[in-house]
């Protein structure tokens, strides 16, 4: 059974995933963060921008190779490195002993250190007043494996968060006393306009790298060679002093104001980041509208083996909607686009990865839903249809289905709706649907409240538009 829940995941990559084209030019694709500002973040005309981004696109210049910069969440970036999905990292990654185990890391090209920040007007100053409380960092940071490694002599608890604005505001709400960050990252959000403060000097000093792997050792050469090029003729300095200014804090919020909306109101920040927002939407309806067909066209058919009267049809239709039912449906975009590539040798692209998560986990419960509708249909219907001498398939087809079908169709539209909202788990993997366009935005502003009430009004509109349309056509069925 489970072999062929393993065979349809391979059958859907025969299908969607293209072969590798070999090119007559270097050209890599270069995995971040964006939401890392001032390192990577996308400026008020919604390009990436920052220094990371400059620098690696300086020095793919300086050494006659291209670059495509894909912004995929630093955890995600990290995974698709080590299932060889993209040829290298630049995020703000500390170089540690662990990660040049696994990856080639570069030689630093930024030193930072680790601070703690509050919120504005709070009595602590210290690490030793965080003795009983709850303290907020960022997954897979050294700024959050520095503050672990406080625990237990300063007795504090931590609490974890994917990207930054949600550990601040964490802090600016009290439910955390406290996070930790790198210094420039902090001292970015602090001059955007984020009501913390700093209170601790900058400590654990560490460089960052970029990060590829044995395979590509070439690229991490070059990357140093272009980091020296640029750093004797001027550009590197001109690259930090572009997003930090000289150093003091007027002019980082001088430079910082140079990417920011000038219309910081809600229908100024709605109006400057339309566009942005749209495209997050389209991206998000694409993701849908495919999906849902292919986990119908599967839901359908996997339905109809359950209620075959064929033991191995009905295990198969079984095991199908228990297995991807049951697994959540991170782990399985994960597994997708991070796992299966080592398995196949082949690259997964994050859209078509995202479509077959979409379509095993929508088509499972697409599958329970037409078994059940099925079902639901009295069984004197069948009984009756055979006693006139039609065969199983044709009185399935003829007698069953049309029933079924019209038990079915709120469930087809509800389900619509849930893999509509189920795309912003996609984000994980570097879709760039609505969810991941927000926190993109987000990440350039800090405005978290008004972006995220903009992305909620969007959803609850389209949402509204199909629970309409889910009663017009139960309507027109039921008539």
Wanted: glycine share 8%; net charge positive.
């Amino acid at each position: 059974m489970a072999l062929a829940a393993t065979l349809t995941v391979l059958a859907f990559l025969t299908i969607f995933v293209p072969r590798p084209v070999q090119a007559a030019e270097k050209a890599y694709v270069i995995g971040t963060d964006v939401t890392y500002a001032p390192f990577e973040f996308a400026n008020d005309k919604n390009q990436y921008v920052g220094i990371d981004i400059d620098l690696m696109n300086a020095i793919a210049k300086t050494e006659g190779f291209k670059v495509t910069i894909k912004p995929v969440g630093f955890n995600a970036a990290v995974q698709s490195l080590e299932a060889k999905q993209i040829d290298g990292v630049i995020a703000g990654m500390s170089i540690t002993p662990e990660r040049q185990e696994k990856f080639i890391m570069s030689d630093p090209y930024y030193s930072v250190g680790v601070v703690m920040a509050v919120k504005a007007g709070s009595k602590i100053t210290s690490l030793k007043q965080l003795r009983g409380q709850r303290v907020a960092i960022k997954t897979g940071t050294a700024a959050g494996a520095y503050a672990t490694s406080l625990q237990k002599k300063y007795g504090f608890k931590t609490v974890t968060f994917d990207d930054s604005n949600n550990m601040y505001q964490d802090v600016t709400t009290g439910n955390s006393v406290a996070c930790f960050e790198d210094s420039p990252v902090m001292q970015y959000a602090i001059n955007t306009g984020m009501k913390l403060k700093i209170v601790t000097k900058p400590a654990n000093a560490t460089g960052y790298g970029f990060a590829t792997t044995k395979e590509h050792a070439a690229l991490a050469r070059q990357f140093n060679a272009g980091l020296k090029k640029l750093k004797a003729n001027g550009t590197y300095s001109k690259i930090i002093q572009k997003y930090l200014g000289t150093g003091s804090k007027k002019s980082q919020a001088a430079a910082n104001k140079k990417t920011q909306e000038t219309d910081r109101s809600f229908f100024g920040l709605l109006k400057a980041n339309w566009g942005t927002l749209m495209g997050g939407l389209q991206e998000t309806l694409l993701v849908t509208v495919v999906a849902i067909i292919f986990a119908t066209i599967v839901g359908v058919l996997i339905g109809l083996l359950g209620v075959l009267p064929n033991a191995f049809a009905r295990g198969v239709s079984i095991t199908f909607i228990y297995i991807f039912r049951g697994l959540p449906l991170l782990v399985l975009a994960l597994f997708i686009y991070t796992g299966v590539p080592s398995l196949i040798g082949t690259k997964v692209p994050a859209f078509v990865a995202g479509i077959i998560t979409l379509t095993l986990n929508e088509g499972a419960y697409t599958a329970a839903f037409v078994k059940g509708g099925i079902d639901a249909v009295d069984p004197g219907q069948m009984e009756a249809a055979r006693s006139l001498g039609l065969p199983f398939g044709k009185a399935l087809r003829k007698v069953i289905l049309p029933q079924g079908i019209r038990i079915m169709i709120p469930s087809f539209i509800n389900q619509f709706i849930i893999t509509l909202k189920d795309t912003s788990i996609l984000s994980i993997i570097g879709i760039l649907e609505l969810t991941q366009t927000g926190k993109i935005i987000i990440a350039r502003n800090m405005e978290g409240f008004k972006i995220w009430t903009m992305v909620a009004l969007i959803y609850v509109i389209i949402i509204t538009l199909l629970t309409w349309l889910s009663k017009w056509v139960q309507k027109k069925v039921q008539a």
